[in-house]
């Protein structure tokens, strides 16, 4: 059984590491954060985290789980509360009968999977802690199909290096997407939930299904999600950095805990 003490010692340790860098581009006001030379800095100090992390925790190390009793009452609806995509409201008008997950980009297998073929697939159950960037953690249960079932199914090529989440809401006029690299998504509790706390996942909590990546912060675990998508280059995606909050310049892409 995993020594939870070690493992948060060494979640903390890693988790400074990534707000600390994370709060210096948020501090906006500052004019080194208009300096080229500075900003460079921090995308380095990005990589040595990056780079740590991938060191010091192993590659199929479980985060922590926890008993029904340890849920919190409260868990933050943080993010949108709802998608806001033309086809979102559709679907979410009909109780998602008709929706389908698109899986797509560098697979030799494209899949479009309706929400009960998603849910008769086999499923895990895990109880988790959720840590948000802005300071709070929560623990739920979540239930879902693993990440690596959907790619195994849609033949994965192996050039792909990412896999992109692309979502039903915006932020203004940006779509929200994320994206996280192999080894997390092949990662035992990477999974796309669709039920928490024993119920039919909820809309504000990313109905019909969300990204759980269980080793990442908060941001990265991408609520409705419409499209999966496989590639060896996140540069064409929008921004280019591979996630919303990341192309705004807030956060760092690799949020590893």
Not at 8 to 36: H, K, P, V
Not at 62 to 76: H, Q, R
Not at 147 to 164: D, E, F, G, N, T
Not at 202 to 216: D, F, I, S, T
């Amino acid at each position: 059984m995993t020594d939870n003490r070690k493992f948060f010692r060494r979640r903390d340790l890693l988790r400074g590491a990534t707000l600390g860098s994370s709060a210096l581009i948020l501090g906006g006001c500052d004019a080194m954060n208009e300096n080229a030379t500075f900003r460079s800095a921090l995308r380095g100090a990005e990589r040595l985290n990056q780079l740590t992390h991938r060191t010091l925790a192993d590659r199929a190390t479980l985060a922590p789980e926890f008993a029904l009793s340890d849920i919190s009452p409260i868990f933050k609806t943080n993010g949108s509360l709802t998608g806001t995509s033309t086809d979102y409201l559709a679907h979410l008008q009909n109780n998602f009968a008709d929706w389908r997950l698109r899986i797509d980009g560098m697979v030799a297998n494209p899949l479009d999977i309706g929400l009960d073929a998603l849910r008769e697939m086999p499923a895990r159950t895990q109880i988790t802690r959720h840590d948000c960037v802005e300071g709070w953690s929560a623990i739920a249960q979540w239930q879902g199909t693993p990440l690596r079932l959907l790619l195994q199914q849609a033949q994965l090529s192996p050039r792909a290096k990412y896999i992109v989440f692309h979502c039903a809401d915006n932020y203004g006029a940006r779509p929200y997407y994320e994206s996280i690299d192999m080894i997390d998504a092949f990662h035992p509790q990477t999974i796309l939930a669709w039920g928490m706390n024993g119920e039919t996942l909820p809309v504000k909590y990313g109905a019909p299904v969300r990204l759980r990546v269980e080793r990442q912060l908060g941001y990265k675990h991408a609520k409705y999600v419409m499209r999966i998508e496989a590639t060896d280059d996140l540069s064409k995606f929008h921004g280019g950095k591979g996630g919303y909050w990341e192309d705004v310049g807030d956060y760092e892409w690799y949020a590893g805990i």
